[in-house]
Nanobody, 119 residues
Framework: QVQPVESGGRLVQAGDSLRLSCATS??????YGWFRQAPGQEREFVAS????????RYADFVKGRFTISRDNAENTVYLQMNSLKPEDTAVYYC??????????????WGQGTQVTVSS
C-alpha cells in the first residue's frame, strides 16, 4: 500500500492550532508533501520535507505558522498548523514521492482531510 492516509482535519476557530497526520507505508520515500485545495480553487503547495536529509520547504503564506515533520519510527508525517485563519479552510492532501529501481518517480496522493476554520 503506497497511498498515504491523512487524518486530523476538523472544524476549529480562528487562532486555534491543529495537527494533521499522514500515515505512510514503511518504504523509503524521496519526499513528503502537504497540499491544500479550497472550494473553487486550484490545489496548492503548502509544505514538504525530503526523505533523505529532512530539508523542509514552505509556501510563503504558512511560513512561521505551519511546521512539517516526520516520525520515521511511526512512518508518519505531520503538519502542525498554528494561528489558523479562515483562509486556511481547505481539504489538505498528503503527497509522497517514490523512486523505483528504473529511476521512475511516482507521486501518490491521499484522499484528503477537511480543515475548516471559522471566524
Amino acid at each position: 500500500q503506497v497511498q498515504p492516509v491523512e487524518s486530523g482535519g476538523r472544524l476549529v476557530q480562528a487562532g486555534d492550532s491543529l495537527r494533521l497526520s499522514c500515515a505512510t507505508s514503511g518504504r523509503t520515500y524521496i519526499s513528503y508533501g502537504w497540499f491544500r485545495q479550497a472550494p473553487g480553487q486550484e490545489r496548492e503547495f503548502v509544505a514538504s520535507i525530503r526523505g533523505g536529509d529532512g530539508y523542509t520547504r514552505y509556501a510563503d503564506f504558512v511560513k512561521g505558522r505551519f511546521t512539517i515533520s516526520r516520525d520515521n519510527a511511526e512512518n508518519t508525517v505531520y503538519l502542525q498548523m498554528n494561528s489558523l485563519k479562515p483562509e486556511d479552510t481547505a481539504v489538505y492532501y498528503c503527497n509522497v514521492a517514490v523512486i523505483y529501481s528504473d529511476g521512475t518517480v511516482y507521486h501518490y496522493w491521499g484522499q484528503g482531510t477537511q480543515v475548516t476554520v471559522s471566524s
